[in-house]
DNA sequence: AGAGCGTTCCAAAGCGCTTTGGCTCGTTTG
DNA sequence: CAAACGAGCCAAAGCGCTTTGGAACGCTCT
């Protein structure tokens, strides 16, 4: 059944059918009724591809999905995509994912823009004057930026979570514990959020005329391994931290282990904070010790940045709108006083 | 650019030079030269919503992405998706993900056939009978399914591990050490994965006359939180299990936990062997007690599916075969002989 | 020489929708 | 009473591609 078909049945022309189907004003509420109950009845569906020819609007949304051989999609990105669905299905709003040379996403951008795949994108991870975001920018496609970039002459459209107070907030605690050599375990720090977090942390210490050492940050990608070795090269140090903070549940249970391997434990020896995303498969109170973190639901964000990118499409928003949500300190058994 | 404007001032017609670009023969070689020649000079890039709109072909894929709530994705997922998109980058494949009411894929299914969204799908987690495979082959679309189904008088093309293959190799090997009561923690039995593991597993202990007690398995999403609670359950009972078999990374977390708790050692209370997906955020030989697995990575099988799909939208592959994967088994500390 | 044929190209008809630019009424306005 | 106007509808022109059904041409073959 097409737009022909139907028009013809209901001996009215395309264009009024269009036209009442798409809630225009110049059809009467009668035709206008008439339509909508022939189009129910015989189940009519525009023809999408049709549609887009016709209007360049596609109804999907995108996201460049930067791949390869030695890139790992990050597992957080599953929840994201949990809560972004959550939403987009109430919405009939579809989500593409193109995947990209991680090396050379610019072409991938371009070319959905050029090709009008996606009325809209979204952008994860960012990276402090991040190029993907200047280049979406510059495109002129409505986008909105999971995270924040820092270093542009421009504002745009984001959602981020307050990673600086969180870690400030974490610091804070330690410190009033009275822990005096604290450690970092950080995400990347090439991206935004680990810079955050970083900030936030040195400034807790600061406000205590406490430092974060040179050799008491670690940045690296959040695995378990990779949680596990910082760990053991902290805790292993002549002088080692009594508290650390982690930018990650993954990485945590590689902290976890290390103290053990030690035969350290928490928190009699070291006093352990992490950030949790909330997996549903790994929960913060389940770990030997009860964790305790800055919580803050990456699946409601994902949820929140399919609305606010549907809210854009349609035009119900607009400009550079920041968005930051607070997140929760959480304190559970995992931090005490500091050792004497 | 678009084709008029290229074969105006190619002096060509239209038809010609759309025959030269696709590459098809009644064009001579000359001719096709200089057409092609001049395309990529002005980077000509065909309009892909008027394609669509004129062949039906979309160049996606698609997945239908069950949402809710309460549902969780599989934390699977993404490195399956890692794997896809990294054939699929290559080939410019663009995935599109449309989320669907967890109680109702049906719908979402005939929309995207309907409206001719994708040119193939995959399915995965499929169930015995499952419906949506039933579906998908009544409505014809193309398409790959990871894992296996049951009890259908049709064929159907799917990609599949050997699960029943490599839990009959971990109970073989656990029998082999003396243990005599086995147990199973599995993924939701509802799940033909999960089926054709505790299948292989019962065909083990059989060989040599033994038995899995009804007690002994356990069938649950696969987080750490039931990991644990299965492990002690069964650790706490009267006659304990000897050796488990879990049936991931993530719930062995859990298992080891347990243990913990409970006094015990790995591998002298409790031999554990685990399915291992290949995360590489958490990795088997960084357990406590390094972990044997029975290994598959799920990304290479995301690849596969992605270079299958490709070929039967090509019309490369056709007819329902399917292909199953040998599993690894990795011997490492976590097994011993039976306690005495 | 005329028929038959393969090669190379083209004009035009879709694909199914949206949107522009009227056209036809009946009603209001000066 | 003519002019102006708005409401409601329509025909047709896109959107940019693919594909059908020739046409023109130069050959070969009888």
């Given at each position: 059944m097409n737009l022909k078909q139907l028009s013809h049945m209901l001996s009215l022309s395309q264009t009024t059918v269009s036209r009442a189907l798409n809630g225009y004003p110049e059809v009467s509420e009668e035709t206008r009724r008439r339509v909508m109950d022939a189009a129910k009845r015989h189940?009519?569906?525009?023809?999408?591809?049709?549609?887009?020819?016709?209007t360049g609007k596609s109804g999907m949304i995108g996201y460049v999905l930067p791949t390869g051989a030695s890139v790992d999609i990050d597992p957080h990105f599953v929840e994201f995509l949990s809560g972004l669905g959550d939403y987009a299905r109430s919405h009939e709003l579809d989500l593409v994912l193109s995947p990209a040379d991680a090396d050379d996403e610019e072409t991938t951008y371009r070319r959905i823009v050029a090709n009008r795949q996606v009325d809209a994108v979204y952008l994860s991870a960012p990276r402090p004057a991040d190029k993907r975001l200047a280049l979406v920018n510059k495109l002129g496609i409505p986008f909105i930026v999971h995270g924040r970039s820092e270093g542009?002459?421009?504002?745009?459209?984001?959602?981020?979570i307050d990673n600086e107070g969180a870690f400030h907030e974490a610091g804070r605690l330690l410190v009033q514990l009275g822990h005096k050599r604290l450690a970092l375990i950080n995400g990347n720090d090439r991206e935004t959020f680990a810079i955050h977090r970083e900030r936030g942390m040195r400034r807790a210490l600061a406000a205590s005329g406490l430092m974060l050492g040179e050799r008491h940050v670690c940045s690296l990608t959040m695995t378990e391994e990779n949680g596990y070795r910082a760990a053991r090269r902290l805790l292993e140090d002549s002088e080692p931290p009594t508290a650390i903070a982690c930018s990650s549940l993954i990485m945590a249970l590689g902290v976890v282990r290390a103290v053990r391997d030690l035969g350290l434990t928490i928190p009699g020896d070291l006093s352990l904070v992490a950030h949790d995303d909330v997996f549903p498969w790994l929960r913060p109170e389940?770990?030997?010790?009860?964790?305790?973190?800055?919580?803050?639901?990456?699946?409601?964000?994902?949820?929140?940045?399919?609305e606010r990118l549907a809210a854009r499409i349609s035009g119900l928003e607009e400009g550079a709108r920041g968005e930051v949500w607070p997140v929760d300190l959480v304190v559970r058994g995992s931090v005490a006083g500091a050792p004497v």
């Amino acid at each position: 059944m097409n737009l022909k078909q139907l028009s013809h049945m209901l001996s009215l022309s395309q264009t009024t059918v269009s036209r009442a189907l798409n809630g225009y004003p110049e059809v009467s509420e009668e035709t206008r009724r008439r339509v909508m109950d022939a189009a129910k009845r015989h189940g009519y569906r525009p023809n999408p591809s049709a549609r887009r020819l016709a209007t360049g609007k596609s109804g999907m949304i995108g996201y460049v999905l930067p791949t390869g051989a030695s890139v790992d999609i990050d597992p957080h990105f599953v929840e994201f995509l949990s809560g972004l669905g959550d939403y987009a299905r109430s919405h009939e709003l579809d989500l593409v994912l193109s995947p990209a040379d991680a090396d050379d996403e610019e072409t991938t951008y371009r070319r959905i823009v050029a090709n009008r795949q996606v009325d809209a994108v979204y952008l994860s991870a960012p990276r402090p004057a991040d190029k993907r975001l200047a280049l979406v920018n510059k495109l002129g496609i409505p986008f909105i930026v999971h995270g924040r970039s820092e270093g542009f002459d421009f504002d745009y459209p984001y959602l981020d979570i307050d990673n600086e107070g969180a870690f400030h907030e974490a610091g804070r605690l330690l410190v009033q514990l009275g822990h005096k050599r604290l450690a970092l375990i950080n995400g990347n720090d090439r991206e935004t959020f680990a810079i955050h977090r970083e900030r936030g942390m040195r400034r807790a210490l600061a406000a205590s005329g406490l430092m974060l050492g040179e050799r008491h940050v670690c940045s690296l990608t959040m695995t378990e391994e990779n949680g596990y070795r910082a760990a053991r090269r902290l805790l292993e140090d002549s002088e080692p931290p009594t508290a650390i903070a982690c930018s990650s549940l993954i990485m945590a249970l590689g902290v976890v282990r290390a103290v053990r391997d030690l035969g350290l434990t928490i928190p009699g020896d070291l006093s352990l904070v992490a950030h949790d995303d909330v997996f549903p498969w790994l929960r913060p109170e389940n770990f030997p010790v009860p964790l305790s973190t800055t919580r803050s639901s990456i699946r409601l964000a994902g949820a929140r940045v399919a609305e606010r990118l549907a809210a854009r499409i349609s035009g119900l928003e607009e400009g550079a709108r920041g968005e930051v949500w607070p997140v929760d300190l959480v304190v559970r058994g995992s931090v005490a006083g500091a050792p004497v």
